[in-house]
T-cell receptor
Framework: GNSVTQMEGPVTLSEEAFLTINCTYT??????LFWYVQYPGEGLQLLLK?????DKGSNKGFEATYRKETTSFHLEKGSVQVSDSAVYFC?????????????FGAGTRLAVHP | EPEVTQTPSHQVTQMGQEVILRCVPI?????FYWYRQILGQKVEFLVS????????KSEIFDDQFSVERPDGSNFTLKIRSTKLEDSAMYFC?????????????FGPGTRLLVL
């Protein structure tokens, strides 16, 4: 079946540290891949996306590259800030019949300390 | 920027009661979704809706659940007889599946607590 696996958290970093959150997927077909972020007490916000192999999604200093050969979509940021503290969800969709449910990973909590 | 809105933000109900969660999707979107997130767990798909009918539903979405688009703007999720395990955050989302625009935009959620 289709699924997303993320590294378990929490991830605790000091401000300005380098961030990597691993995400791998299993999918039949060619999924689109997403990272969503959930700040404390808020809903899900799209952070970035990539729709085909070798695409790089980027936003707010975060980036992730769609790697078909390793079925991965790891999230990276060169220098994290305290305001990046949140839960990060990796997700995929497969277009089927004109609708596209999102399949989420379990989420990775990031805590950034000053 | 257009956004998805949801009401209420919080709902407390007694087990066995009916609840209706409301969503206003982005106005030119055609596909609508409900997801839920039990506290501390992953976000799970419940149902997708297009052209006034259900496109797909998960095994969670049993006979106690229903969805409706009663007018041109609202999209509702009804739970007929709530159970304790229905306590969760419920998210509405909408999307426009034009090429390159398949992103789903989420509302802020309704936190449902069943006592």
């Amino acid at each position: 079946g289709n699924s997303v696996t993320q590294m378990e958290g929490p991830v605790t970093l000091s401000e300005e540290a380098f961030l990597t959150i691993n995400c791998t997927y299993t999918a039949t077909g060619y999924p689109s891949l997403f990272w969503y972020v959930q700040y404390p007490g808020e809903g899900l916000q799209l952070l970035l996306k990539a729709t085909k192999a070798d695409d790089k999604g980027s936003n707010k200093g975060f980036e992730a590259t769609y790697r078909k050969e390793t079925t991965s979509f790891h999230l990276e940021k060169g220098s994290v800030q305290v305001s990046d503290s949140a839960v990060y969800f990796c997700a995929l969709t497969l277009f089927s019949g004109g609708y596209n449910k999102l399949i989420f990973g379990a989420g990775t909590r990031l805590a950034v300390h000053p | 920027e257009p956004e998805v809105t949801q009401t209420p933000s919080h709902q407390v109900t007694q087990m066995g009661q009916e609840v209706i969660l409301r969503c206003v999707p982005i106005s030119n979107h055609l596909y609508f979704y409900w997801y839920r997130q039990i506290l501390g767990q992953k976000v799970e798909f419940l149902v997708s809706f297009y052209n006034n009918e259900i496109s797909e539903k998960s095994e969670i979405f049993d006979d106690q659940f229903s969805v409706e688009r009663p007018d041109g703007s609202n999209f509702t999720l009804k739970i007929r007889s709530t159970k304790l395990e229905d306590s969760a955050m419920y998210f509405c989302a909408s999307s426009d599946l034009s090429p390159g625009k398949e992103t789903q935009y989420f509302g802020p959620g309704t936190r449902l607590l069943v006592l």
